[in-house]
């Protein structure tokens, strides 16, 4: 008698994630999981029978760094990472979560840092928001039509922002009682045994709060004081969950200590850091090549750090001067700081203040992210039609002026509809290919459902998969290891393989169509919110199907009629049985594709 399987994949070249040699197999899926890997066609007889000849089935791809947490609530869908064969997505990065703060506070907390529109955030969590600990919202979680598996942090400004207030954690002159600290530490416990993967912490100040009360005061996170720090690492080290954490890179020195906190010494756990982030940056061409060698020597002293790494190059659009890079130095900031356009065309007309940019703008030896250089800025729409296509550097050079007052010239006369774009790091093919083979280095930040204006990397492990297949710096089985069982594996959930007795969560890419099509932006309106025309890829060509807990979610270009209505993907928690699937992802017809 067959097996009876729900699906059959035939033909397939077939990689397991943990970088073993790939193989032509055809693979049975029943009751969410894989339930038969072989080289024996397999009986078909009720099932649906997909053909993979020639195309490539892997597990879903993991992504560690997103910030889905508002959108997730409007629409659990997350269509825009699943299309492109992402099944398990990392939600409360950056020190950022929902879990604790009140509305208000989270509307506050994530829309200028993630350039989401506060509106909307903060009419979202006024109507869902449930949930008062970490186990409820993790109900409440997996109440909605979740698309892809979630896992979680829990953001360290949301942890103190809640126990301190926000206006007191934001205060420079407060810092946490005794009894304050205790509370944070009871609630990050409630959070692991809940099943989180660990906190994530924020140290660099460039990041700043939207709103009216506190604007511009930097994220509770940064004002955390050493004691409290090293006492919710002590939790996070004893039960060997993450930290996630973001550098002060206004000061990189500080850097030494953290990484040094790290280390397990006199007993101590080594304390398992994700930091953001390896990258080739433009402003500062040298940094890459201390990064492997530095979590290298880090690990051989005792730690389990890793840096977390976008394995693209790093192209960012804007609208005027709305751009989070700008945060990294005072003029920019100071723009930022004006919501009121009246307000801030006044300022960016002021001659004073233009010094003050070119002198910033000028200054090579300020620590950076953005190489600030307007020659590199190419504009590519605006009402002067005669700007189109030029840098403003360009612009500069034809005006007679300097680039800076090219720029604020253009965006004090046109505003957001000013569009441009550069590329701040990963710019060179050969850099980028040495730091994805680091395997000091995670593969991730994507920052998906984050500055949704600004860029889109929902594709990224499939472009990385083309850089494997096409230029041969890495095989094909080390790359799908690296975009999923590696991931997996280091945070502790149950994702990122495809063997027997896995949960079926996989995607099948075409090889042939792993093209320069993976680069294109295109624009599509974000449900969540408003409508708003947000920046996203499309390789439906290169993506033939999506499975998560064995029901097809995405395939031949079209989302399944119950994405988003009917839920397919689950809450992962830390430690959970291999193959864990809930039942309530199962056996509904209107999951699957007509």
Not at 177 to 185: L, P, Q, T, V
Not at 267 to 273: C, D, E, H, S
Not at 570 to 591: C, H, I, K, N, Q
Request: hydrophobic share 40%; charged share 25%; net charge neutral.
């Amino acid at each position: 008698m067959g097996m009876g399987y729900d699906v059959v994949i035939r033909g397939g070249r077939w990689f397991d994630g943990t970088g073993a040699p790939s193989a032509v197999r055809n693979i049975g899926l029943k009751d969410g999981k894989v339930a038969a890997v072989s080289e024996a066609e397999l009986d078909t007889d009720g099932a649906e029978v997909v053909d993979a000849a020639g195309k490539w089935v892997m597990p879903g791809f993991v992504d560690i760094h997103t910030h889905y947490d508002a959108e997730v609530l409007s629409a659990p869908g997350l269509g825009e990472s699943v299309r492109h064969g992402v099944t398990t997505v990392v939600f409360g990065s950056c020190s950022l979560s929902t879990v604790h703060v009140e509305p208000l506070d989270a509307a506050d907390l994530f829309s200028r840092v993630e350039a989401v529109p506060r509106e909307h955030v903060l009419a979202t969590l006024e109507e869902k928001k449930t949930w008062s600990s970490a186990s409820e919202y993790i109900s409440a979680i997996e109440g909605l039509p979740l698309g892809p598996n979630v896992a979680m942090f829990l953001g360290h400004s949301d942890l103190r922002a809640s126990v301190m207030g926000l206006g007191r954690s934001t205060d420079e002159g407060v810092k946490p009682s005794d009894a304050e600290i205790r509370r944070m530490e009871l609630l990050l416990v409630d959070a692991l045994r809940a099943g989180m993967l660990g906190m994530s912490e924020m140290r660099n100040p460039w990041d700043k709060l939207d709103g009216e009360r506190y604007r511009s005061r930097t994220l509770p996170s940064t004002y955390a004081t050493r004691t409290e720090r090293k006492r919710l690492q002590r939790i996070l080290r004893s039960s060997g969950r993450v930290l996630q954490s973001v550098p002060n890179l206004s000061f990189p020195v500080a850097l030494i200590p953290a990484l040094w906190s790290a280390i397990g010494r006199g007993g101590n756990k080594p304390l398992r850091t994700s930091y953001l982030t390896a990258a080739d940056v433009k402003a500062n061409p040298l940094i890459m090549h201390i990064m492997g060698p530095l979590a290298r020597v880090v690990n051989r002293l005792g730690a389990d750090f890793r840096w977390q790494h976008l394995p693209v190059p790093f192209k960012v659009y804007a609208d005027g001067i709305d751009l989070v890079v700008f945060e990294e130095f005072g003029a920019g900031a100071a723009a930022l700081h004006l919501k009121d356009a009246v307000e801030r065309n006044a300022l960016l007309r002021d001659e004073g203040y233009r010094r003050w940019f070119r002198r910033e703008y000028e200054n090579k030896f300020t620590p950076r992210v953005w190489h600030r250089d307007l020659h590199d800025a190419h504009i590519v729409d605006c009402p002067d039609d005669s700007v189109i296509g030029k840098t403003f550097g360009q612009v500069g050079d034809e005006r007679g002026v300097h680039p800076v007052d090219a720029f604020l010239d253009l965006v004090v006369e046109h505003g957001t509809k000013v569009r441009w774009h550069t590329t701040i790091s990963n710019h060179r093919p050969k850099a980028l290919n040495k730091l994805s083979s680091l395997p000091e280095v995670q593969m991730g930040f994507s920052d998906a459902g984050a500055h949704l204006r600004n860029m889109a990397f929902y594709n990224f492990p499939l472009r990385l998969l083309r850089r494997a297949h096409r230029e041969g710096f890495m095989t094909a089985e080390r790359a799908v290891h690296r975009l999923t069982g590696e991931l997996a594996s280091w945070y502790g959930i149950d994702a990122g393989h495809l063997r027997e007795g896995d949960r079926a969560d996989l995607v099948i890419v075409d090889p042939e169509r792993l093209g320069p099509e993976l680069d294109e932006i295109h624009e599509a309106p974000a449900e969540a919110f408003g409508g708003m025309m947000r920046m996203v890829n499309r390789n439906d060509a290169t993506v033939a199907a999506v499975f998560v807990a064995g029901n097809r979610v995405f395939g031949e270009g079209e989302y399944a009629p119950g994405l988003g209505r009917r839920r397919t993907g689950r809450f992962l928690r830390v430690g959970e049985a291999r193959g864990t699937v809930d039942p309530r992802t199962l056996g509904s017809a209107d999951a699957t594709l007509a």
